[in-house]
């Protein structure tokens, strides 16, 4: 231990570092007006967040403490869960942000980049760490990380499509469109909802009434409304583009709305999948004790 402090606690002041100098260096050429560098900031941001509550529950509150107050699983499950999370956010920024605003004489953004890229290496590092102290619980699971992902793409999904209508006039944005901007969102908020009702004793009475059974029900509304967006979205939005060469810029926005809608698609069917799976294991159990 060096001044009273873990390898854990080293890996969170480097988290810390790096977030902190990738968000701040963009700032002082003023505000963000992108939503994929909005997007970048708000990943740096949480970034940081992240890494520094962790740190500061780690250092000044015993683990007892904090099972006793809001956990149901064990701390280093939800940190495993928070760092994987962390990761794969910081993953995207690094990429948009190299493909969007780097280049050979943007000296500042090229700096940017390397904190970002730094910052997703010690966060990917810390996270094994932590998966292997922790081989067990939702959050660090597939299941706890299908429903991170979802909630992940989704928000890539929100960028893109704010992207895509960012000063678009209305006779381009057909009720198409807007139908699969309700099905992202109408999926988003209770995959964000059932994230946490895995940690909370709170919820324990959900758990007694079945939270697998409300899980499969999640899934299979939001597969089915995935495969309405995963239909319509490509069907006007390139309807559209063809249309009006006023959109020609836009096809990357709308590529991405389309590969990303695909993504959380196949995200929702392996979820489904896997909940199934849990509960044929449960009742076969049920059945097996008596």
């Known amino acids: 231990m060096l001044f009273g402090l873990n390898l854990s606690h080293i890996f969170r002041i480097l988290e810390i570092v790096f977030c902190a100098l990738a968000l701040i260096i963009p700032m002082f050429r003023g505000p963000m007006y992108s939503p994929y560098g909005i997007w970048c900031e ?3 941001v949480f970034g940081l967040v992240v890494a520094v509550v962790i740190f500061v529950i780690e250092k000044c509150i015993v683990d007892k403490m904090v099972e006793a107050f809001v956990l149901k699983h064990s701390w280093d499950d939800l940190s495993c869960g928070l760092s994987l999370l962390s990761s794969l956010m910081l993953l995207s920024a690094c990429l948009i942000y190299c493909t969007v605003f780097v280049c050979s004489t943007c000296i500042a953004d090229i700096f940017c980049a390397i904190a970002s890229i730094l910052a997703f290496g010690v966060y990917v590092v810390d996270a094994v760490m932590l998966k292997l102290k922790c081989p067990e619980g939702y959050l660090s699971s597939v ?5 991170f992902s979802q909630a992940f793409v989704a928000c890539l999904i929100f960028t893109a499509v704010h992207s895509y209508f960012l000063g678009v006039e209305s006779q381009f944005r057909p009720g198409g469109l807007i139908w699969c901007i309700l099905v992202y969102m109408v999926c988003f908020i ?12 709170c919820v324990d009475l959900l758990r007694f009434c079945g939270l697998d059974k409300l899980e499969l029900v999640l899934d299979i509304v939001a597969v089915a409304l995935y495969v309405s967006a995963a239909i319509i979205w490509p069907v006007f939005g390139y309807k559209n583009y063809k249309r009006d060469s006023y959109l020609v810029h836009r096809i990357h926005d709308l590529n991405l709305v389309t590969v990303l809608t695909y993504v959380n698609l196949g995200l929702y069917v392996a979820d489904l999948i896997l909940t199934l799976i849990v509960l044929c294991k ?3 159990h049920f059945l097996h004790t008596f």
């Open 42 to 44: 708000f990943v740096w």
């Open 143 to 147: 299941r706890g990380i299908l429903r």
């Open 190 to 201: 209770p995959t964000v909802v059932v994230i946490p009702s895995h940690l909370q004793k």
């Open 282 to 284: 449960k009742r076969c």
